[in-house]
């Protein structure tokens, strides 16, 4: 824990790299830091978890950057520090004058921000955040930017697949021990946006709004019995306090010979006490195995309701497997399985937290475009892998509904391009020249810009949805989007595709640079 | 970023999780929220990396932990927020009494620290951290100590091995924009703790007193060429600048066609003018074979000295193919690999902040003893893996030195054992019965006890050590270490044992479970 002081130090402005302010500075001397620059932000590839990898992303963390670049600048403290940085001969590394204009302009009011919002399925080469402003302001936004951006949209693009694979049952975010220090509170809320229903952490459900969730650990139970209690009396002492919110965890001793017969004991008495009981947990062992034994047991007591929890290095494939297994070996137990999944409850920790299989998103931030007299000129970088050449220019995105009213593609053209107006798309793939179609106009159902400005000069311009309205855009987009792009293993390749225009003018500032 | 009041919100004392406060209540409700109790902290494996393991572990996070419970309590906001908690009938979940219990008593003032230092080798089994305190107390810690302790070990841990690989090179740390928001300063302070020798991110970098490293990223050359210049041209320009402190990214065009020649050039005029080049910097392609080039081209210019810094998804297993191709590859172009190897520094990003192959430490916190009538009482969970069962009681870590002076056994007795009187040292293996040794006085040249007092009830009692301290007695600990518990793949099993009373105590509870 830092203190106030070097909290606004760490995690304010100078939040960025060094070779931000190096190139800033340098921008300063060559007198072009206040010429205005376009820097797109996006991803090049879903992410990957080794056997398995997503076929869409789930956008998330605008908000929060947006707080971030509002509040964030050069005071007197930062400038501070920076003069005492030193060259290798010992002298000022950032000069006076330099300093001087960073203490007057070193903050977000030039820039302007256009995004695809929150909540929102995205795919690889979309601009997900657009940035244009002075170039130097632009160039130190970088870090913290992708820094914001990339982890939210990569846990709730986790998020999205477990609650997928849940089959939609409640998701409970469990993380925070194994987080990455405070990274679990912006964890937290990508978790949210992307598929869990609830977390377990305390504090940040207080500020998004949320009740947060739990009941008891094994150490309850553990203290009980140090004190030469048993693990039944623990269950009555649970019971007796939270009569209407009672989840029991059972395993601790045994489940199946200790925990669930305990808990049904704790639960015939709340029944005639007129308490409704509402589920065990189960945290260790074969999870499926034991959901059905403990749903036959508390079936045959007419507890037919009661919810089971499931916990315990969950992600996508564990709970696929989990789901699969319950379907194949329910009815043996005389158990209908779906009955059994109705009634399931998943507390996901370490392995969403961390995006476990791929815990980063490689998103970049790249120079697409500058102003020159007054005129905006878009600029490339060339690579020897062309699907590193970054899309040049001020660009929309487009998302194309087929006459299912399903999605059939992205579009990514120049941002004056009526696309309304064309009777034929045409759709490049955006990095193989051999790869090209046509949509027919009266293929499409409906077009849909999907950047929205959010910043003008700084200025914000834009609502912020709340949580909820940002899950009825998640869930409207995954509702529209083909089941095998939602597939776990092998999806389906969503087409992203650049019009004529983008196209061409790819191809040609590539040739100019050689 | 959230507000001051959110902040404090969700970065102090409601850090935890809701089944923390479930039970603290039930603690309350029952009579036992003051017993005193203890709770160890450790992990039971080792970084599991994939294709390749950990055999030690780097330990780092206490000193931030500890500055975290002097400053985290229940002040009126939190108890406001707790109060408006609901049960599923809409009644109060946590009750004035118990509230204002949380009011008068919600600090870490009654709680005892044992710990390892940090930057201290460290191992499973054993209790990293040793908290005694009010049971109610001691149990809402849980989540922000794991929290804390976790992460920064997992990465003080991957950044030993990358140290490791790169053969003590120069090591940087570049991982901001990939990491985990605002996790990303802990993370930075474990990956100095473990390994890395700086870091590019400059908030961090002041508050914790090294000077941030970095130059210039693609963006500044592609921004030249943008405005008719060229790369040479950005080159000058970045050199005039910085002309004691040059490292030029050479890779924008093409490193071997373009980069490097301009840097030579480049070099050659500020060598001219009386300042010494710094370095090129390398960031893709195959850097190996690159490397070789550059060395060659600089070494025919006269800068056999300039440095060739590395960068791109690099690790410990990329580090380590880089170094073996260079070893074999360099002589057929006529370079020296020693020679070579001497000037490489490696920037780390990604693969490091995330600890890329194992995202988390399973750390865990366990009820170990309890005080019965003013007396410590071992308690036990069993379970049925083996390896889950905690050892119980109040416990002390010996490190036993060879003859050699080498490390040979961790050993864990309870703490009022004294190891030193005993003849032979019997180490049983802490889970399988039948894994047992002797050890001989005469083969034993020293001991140490690794657990050191921080808190007392509260207060501080520990000097931390500077960055600078923990980093030496990293070094003094992986000195003394097998180099086959250091390998990347397959290392060698460092025994952690127990003494003959502990291995009893926890027989004997599980024996008295049953």
Avoid at 133 to 147: F, S
Avoid at 156 to 177: D, Y
Avoid at 461 to 485: A, K, M, T, W
């Amino acid at each position: 824990m830092l203190s106030k002081f070097s909290q606004r130090i760490s995690e304010g402005i100078l939040f960025t790299d060094q070779y931000q302010l190096m190139m800033a500075q340098l921008f300063y001397r060559t007198g072009v830091h206040e010429k205005p620059a376009q820097f797109d932000h996006y991803f090049r590839q879903y992410p990957e978890y080794g056997m398995h990898k997503a076929g869409y992303c789930i956008n998330a963390g605008l908000e929060w950057l947006v707080d971030w670049m509002q509040n964030a600048s050069f005071g007197n403290e930062e400038i501070r520090l920076l003069k005492e940085q030193k060259t290798s001969k010992g002298k000022q590394l950032f000069s006076d004058d330099f300093l001087g204009w960073l203490r007057s302009n070193g903050n977000f009011n030039s820039i302007s921000l256009k995004a695809i919002p929150e909540g929102r399925v995205v795919h690889p080469f979309e601009p997900l955040t657009v940035i244009q402003g002075q170039l130097a302001m632009a160039q130190i936004l970088e870090t913290a930017l992708l820094n914001q951006l990339n982890f939210q949209t990569l846990i709730a693009t986790k998020a999205s697949r477990i609650k997928e694979m849940a089959r939609g049952q409640l998701l409970l975010e469990f993380g925070a021990r194994r987080a990455q220090d405070r990274g679990a509170i912006a964890g937290v809320r990508g978790a949210l946006i992307g598929g869990a229903d609830f977390t377990s952490n305390i504090g940040i459900s207080h500020i998004l709004g949320y009740p947060p969730k739990g009941t008891h650990a094994h150490s309850m139970v553990q203290l009980f019995i140090s004190m030469g209690m048993s693990e039944l009396d623990a269950f009555d002492a649970f019971a007796d306090l939270y009569p209407d919110d009672c989840i029991l965890l059972v395993d601790t001793i045994n489940s199946l010979e200790s925990g669930i017969p305990n808990a049904i004991k704790v639960f015939e008495k709340m029944k005639r006490k007129g308490h409704k009981p509402i589920g065990i947990r189960l945290d260790s062992g074969d999870l499926a195995y034991l959901s059905i034994q403990a749903a036959k047991m508390l079936n045959e007591a007419g507890f037919n309701e009661v919810k089971i929890v499931l916990s315990n290095e969950l992600d996508e494939m564990n709970i696929w497997q989990i789901m699969t297994q319950i379907t194949q070996e329910s009815p043996k137990y005389g158990i209908d399985p779906e009955h059994l999944i109705n009634r399931l409850t998943f507390g996901v920790g370490t392995r969403l937290i961390t995006s476990a299989g791929d815990p980063a998103l490689g998103g970049v931030y790249k120079l697409v475009a500058v102003m020159n007299n007054g005129e905006w000129t878009p600029v490339i970088k060339i690579s020897e892998t062309p699907g590193k050449i970054p899309l040049p220019g001020n660009k929309q995105v487009w998302r194309i509904y087929n006459n299912n009213n399903r999605t059939t593609a992205d579009l990514i053209g120049l941002s004056g391009e009526d696309i309304n107006s064309m009777d034929v798309l045409s759709l490049h793939h955006p990095v193989d020249p051999g790869k090209h179609r046509t949509l027919q106009k009266d293929h499409i159902s409906k077009t849909d810009p999907l950047l929205v400005d959010v910043l003008k000069d700084g200025q914000l311009i834009y609502s912020f949805p709340s949580i909820e309205e940002i899950r009825q855009l998640r869930n409207y987009d995954l509702e529209l989007l083909d089941p095998g792009v939602k597939r776990l293993i092998n999806p389906h390749v969503y087409h992203v595709s650049l019009t004529d225009k983008l196209w061409e003018l790819k191809q040609n500032l590539i040739e100019n640079m050689k």
